[in-house]
């Protein structure tokens, strides 16, 4: 047992910086011209200021003189949408001017009760802070720092709803009046409600799903929000919990466990081995990923619970799994790429009317028979198809030609057989052109240099690419307009760097695939500046980028269950993410359901990469 807490403490490490944001915090406030307090976090100072029901970030850019821009380098969850209750954060070396230009009024105090709104604004320069803790109420605050009850919640009007844990307080100057204090009375309603178990519960003021960053106008009233435990093994008592976010909010509402949806991880985390080897890693990486998800969208509207236990790449660890007693209650579960555990868990599911959520066994086919199962990964059939469907929308005038390498690599020959008979089905015109080894000038004398043609290779390798580029370069530089040629390819090609990347550009090449990741995209930077600071690791070299891939699909979770619980997996909503995307069908006399989101990438001879969904 002393060797699985050692290897938790693996795990734990890597989301320790989570700890430091949420807990870390300065003794008294720094205010600059627009009065916003300041944080600590890893060793930096930071401004920070919390979003209030329905601001838009138009309005904060006109109260702080700066721009949506800035808003979103240094908070790039608000690029999801920004929410009331969300906290935005500023590096005071990076804009020690912050605010300048507007008034000098605390940006609280501007969004106090309408009660308030004739009343003086209180000066904060000489407040202090206070981290609310576990079991603190009112009157024990006020009493500890020598004021009233009412002196508090005046200076901190948030806290007539509730109190929270991980509530930050203003703490205003004592009050001259000792006469107040013996009209207090510890029986105050307003205090902390904890559940008693470990897990951190978000509770939101309230949510909203907005299509663009500033909409947020329509807010409904949130019901409690995420709670994130860890259960990374069968038999272990620890949780990673405490050190996610233990300053979050806590919900003041009892919630039972039928109000709550559950969300299950089981993947070989592999907590026992004293060093997880590279897929363990990647796994672990995939809930990091997960959890920034769940984090950034912590004003969910609905209650809902993601646990995560070690499957340990064992069978019977996955048995020792599902014979845990809470497991009755999970309501979604993702599984391993392990097609003897994934049968396990979906039998369970169907028994406990739960959905499995396949993210990793891409060729698994459980989802034919099962009606419980959401496969995240499109069949190459259905890929084929769709992609075939969007190739033929998308041509204009361009005639496909093909490219077979006699004797050589035709590791596409099914892609081209299909996308062939719907050509011959529409009567649409083709060329077959054949090569032996290295595609040579010769073997394009037969195509007309007036016409315009798109290059379908019947191979999707690095190798066969370079045995064919250089004949079409040259074509190309044949030609008096460049736009004559295109490339049509595979997934295979978004792992292209060099001069291979280069030629894609070259060629106007368009690649279909269920995922891309554009290192240089706005999002893509942002989130890995996210992730790189909260867990203090870059994200791992791989295709998927898993990070990414667990932040996709936990956003895509969350929003999905806060849009129809009972149903996740409705076809009316898609998720178009950093790197993947969500939408689930039941395709005819398939008892499940599968993800048929697609993309198709185009590689513009500006330089410039698209990502565009087919829908």
């Keep these: 047992m002393e060797l699985r807490h050692q290897s938790l403490r693996f795990l734990y490490r890597s989301v320790a910086a989570l700890v430091v944001i949420s807990a870390s915090f300065s003794g008294s406030l720094n205010l600059s011209g627009a009065d916003l307090p300041t944080k600590t976090v890893n060793g930096k100072e930071y401004f920070y200021r919390e979003v209030k029901s329905k601001e838009t970030i138009y309005g904060i850019t006109k109260e702080l003189g700066i721009t949506k821009a800035d808003i979103i380098k240094y908070n790039p969850s608000v690029a999801d949408g920004l929410r009331a209750g969300m906290t935005l954060y500023f590096p005071v070396d990076e804009m020690p001017h912050l605010g300048d230009t507007v008034s000098n009024t605390s940006p609280v105090s501007q969004h106090e009760d309408a009660d308030n709104a004739d009343n003086p604004v209180r000066s904060r320069k000489n407040d202090k802070v206070h981290l609310v803790e576990k079991g603190e109420t009112v009157y024990g605050i006020s009493k500890h720092y020598g004021i009233t009850q009412s002196e508090l919640i005046e200076a901190n009007p948030q806290i007539k709803t509730g109190l ?29 409600d904890v559940p008693d178990d470990e897990a951190t519960e978000y ?9 663009e960053v500033e909409n947020n106008t329509d807010a409904q009233e949130a019901e409690p929000a995420t709670e994130v435990e860890d259960t990374p093994g069968a038999d272990s008592d620890d949780s990673l919990l405490s050190l996610l976010n233990p300053a979050v909010a806590d919900s003041t509402d009892t919630v039972t466990e039928n109000e709550a949806t559950e969300v299950v991880v089981i993947l070989p985390f592999m907590l026992d081995q004293s060093s997880p080897d590279k897929q363990a890693q990647l796994y672990t990486e995939f809930y990091k990923g997960l959890l920034v998800a769940a984090d950034s969208l912590r004003d969910s509207k609905r209650h809902i619970i993601i646990r995560a236990y070690d499957s340990a790449n064992n069978t019977d660890s996955v048995k020792a799994i599902l014979a845990r007693p809470e497991m009755t209650q999970a309501d979604i579960i993702i599984t391993p790429d392990n097609d003897e555990q994934l049968n396990l868990i979906a039998e369970y599911a169907t028994r406990h009317d739960a959905k499995v959520l396949n993210i990793f066994a891409v060729k698994g086919t459980q989802y034919l028979t099962n009606p419980n199962i959401l496969q995240a990964n499109i069949p190459h059939s259905s890929m084929y198809e769709q992609a075939i469907n969007e190739f033929m929308n998308r041509k204009g005038d361009y005639t496909p030609v093909f490219l077979s390498a006699l004797g050589g690599k035709t590791d596409k020959a099914e892609f081209c057989q299909m996308l062939r008979k719907r050509l011959d089905e529409e009567r649409q015109k083709y060329v077959d052109i054949s090569y032996n080894s290295y595609l040579k000038a010769s073997d394009l004398e037969k195509l007309n240099t007036s016409s315009s043609y798109v290059f379908i290779p019947e191979s999707a390798t690095s190798s066969e690419f370079s045995h064919i580029i250089s004949a079409l370069k040259n074509y190309r530089e044949a030609l008096d307009d460049y736009s004559l040629v295109r490339m049509f390819g595979y997934p295979e090609w978004i792992t292209f760097r060099g001069d291979a990347l280069d030629n894609l550009h070259l060629m106007n090449a368009t690649v279909y695939s269920r995922f891309f990741n554009d290192n240089d995209s706005y999002r893509s930077k942002q989130f890995t500046e996210q992730y ?84």
């Excluded at 395709?587 to 185009?602: R, S, T």
Aim: glycine residues 10%.
């Design 203 to 211: 509770e939101p003021e309230q949510a909203d799903e907005p299509d």
């Design 532 to 615: 790189v600071s909260r867990y203090g690791t870059p994200l791992m070299s791989a295709v998927p980028v898993q990070g990414m891939l667990g932040f996709d699909t936990g956003f895509y979770l969350i929003k999905a269950i806060n849009r129809n619980y009972e149903n996740v997996g409705e076809p009316n909503y898609f998720y178009d993410g950093i790197q993947s995307g969500f939408h689930f069908i039941g395709p005819e006399n398939v008892a499940g359901k599968v993800n048929d989101a697609l993309y198709f990438i185009n590689y513009r001879p500006s330089g410039i990469t698209e990502k565009q969904a087919i829908q």
């Design 164 to 192: 929270k844990r991980g509530t930050i307080l203003h703490i205003p100057s004592s009050s001259d009046n000792s006469d107040d204090m013996a009209d207090d009375t510890p029986e105050s309603e307003i205090k902390t």
